[in-house]
Nanobody
Framework: VQLQASGGGLVQPGGSLRLSCAAS????????IAWFRQAPEKEREWVSC???????HYEDSVKGRFTISRENAKNTAYLEMKSLKPEDTATYYC??????????????????WGQGTQVTVSS
């Protein structure tokens, strides 16, 4: 089970980025995918998740700005981020859970994690 996160970079406040999470080695269709982030000297926090049935959920601070999606034919999940703020600066990680049909915000354990991609929002 492997996940590869990409798409991070440096963007000005108000800008946009799209993160990708490419999966291999498992049946992607049946897994829930989540995005987490960790800023320097802060704990990792959950950002968003999408279930195997395409139900989506967001942490309050990103609602209306971030959109999670998945493209099963490409074994890839995405996190579209708009109206980025300096406080969104963090390393973003994707994760996969075999409990794809569960209410994904409640998932505590994930079976695989990507390596992280850095997002920096700064002028």
């Amino acid at each position: 089970v492997q996940l590869q996160a990409s798409g991070g970079g440096l963007v000005q406040p108000g800008g946009s980025l799209r993160l990708s999470c490419a999966a291999s080695g498992f049946n992607f269709d049946y897994y829930a995918i989540a995005w987490f982030r960790q800023a320097p000297e802060k704990e990792r926090e959950w950002v968003s998740c999408i279930s195997s049935s395409y139900s989506t959920h967001y942490e309050d601070s990103v609602k209306g700005r971030f959109t999670i999606s998945r493209e099963n034919a490409k074994n890839t999940a995405y996190l579209e981020m708009k109206s980025l703020k300096p406080e969104d600066t963090a390393t973003y990680y994707c994760a996969a859970s075999k409990h794809g049909g569960a209410y994904c915000p409640a998932l505590l354990n994930y079976d695989s994690w990507g390596q992280g991609t850095q997002v920096t929002v700064s002028s």
